[in-house]
């Protein structure tokens, strides 16, 4: 049996949908059966993300509400063999599916997967509650902006009253230059905020921004930081030990120069 682990924020547009995708095709390409489920009804984008968004027939509300076999309704990856979407649907609200319903949903999915990926909405009304009623996990992805932070922190007191504890931490979009100016909160600052265990941390990378407009996921690409990142995080789920990557951007090349002529 599979497990199921919710993407969530609290606020928007801290890469959370960007994060779903490119964990579910790395779990996918290491051999895994995965299903991303968009739980983002009315704003559905995980379609988009994996460039699926032209296939859709039937939606997650049309599982629910018996409209439809949950099978008919799940997309097959064009690239990754063992990787499926459930997208959410664009017309309705989010109240046309409850937390009962989700549940149901999740513990059909486990039967058939291996990982079931939820794509958050952000907020913490009916969306957050229904795509963590079915959860045995949670990543929490923020940002290194004070709010976003406070939005975190808010949802894990969110996830440990519903009792999913111990929450995993994605801190995306870090840019080592500016945190080193005082300029972006550092690593340590949001960890001490949020006290939770910390599972990755992407840099900001323009080839997120251009394969997600391609409806591609960069976390096979070999040449990109990002990329690395998110295999990186692939491996801790899986309960590899893998060491953080140094990101420090003067890096490699100055601090190599400085040892040569004897500075440290």
């Known amino acids: 049996m599979g497990e199921v682990i919710v993407v969530t924020s609290g606020k928007g547009g801290v890469g959370k949908t960007t994060t779903t995708a490119n964990i579910g095709t790395g779990l996918a390409a290491a051999g895994h059966k995965v299903v991303l489920v968009d739980a983002d009804i009315g704003l ?111 949802i894990i007191g969110l996830l440990e009253a519903a009792e999913l504890h111990e929450p995993k931490l994605i801190v995306n979009r870090i840019r080592p230059r500016m945190v080193k100016q005082g300029d972006m909160m550092s690593i340590e600052d949001m960890i001490d905020i949020l006290a939770i265990d910390l599972i990755g941390v992407i840099p900001e990378d323009e080839m997120i921004v251009v394969t997600t407009n391609r409806g591609e996921t960069v976390v096979q690409d070999s040449r990109t930081q990002a990329g690395q990142a998110y295999r990186n995080i692939v491996r801790r789920l899986k309960g590899e030990s893998v060491p953080f990557m140094n990101l420090d951007d003067e890096g490699g090349f100055m601090k190599k120069l400085k040892k040569i002529i004897g500075l440290k």
Do not use: W
Not at 46 to 67: A, K, P
Not at 70 to 75: D, H, N, S, T
Not at 107 to 133: H, R, S, T
């Open 44 to 154: 559905r984008n995980l379609d988009v993300v994996l460039g699926l968004e032209n296939r859709i027939v039937y939606d997650l509300v049309d599982v629910t509400s018996g409209n439809c076999r949950l099978r008919q309704a799940l997309i097959k990856d064009k690239r990754n063999e063992g990787l499926h979407l459930l997208p959410a649907a664009q017309t309705k609200d989010k109240t046309a599916v409850n937390p009962e319903q989700m549940r149901k949903l999740c513990a059909e999915l486990v039967q058939e997967f291996d990982y079931v990926l939820v794509d958050c909405p952000a907020g913490i009304e009916q969306g957050f509650k229904n795509a963590i009623a079915g959860a045995d996990k949670a990543l929490v992805v923020t940002t290194p902006e004070v709010s976003a932070v406070r939005d975190a922190d808010r």
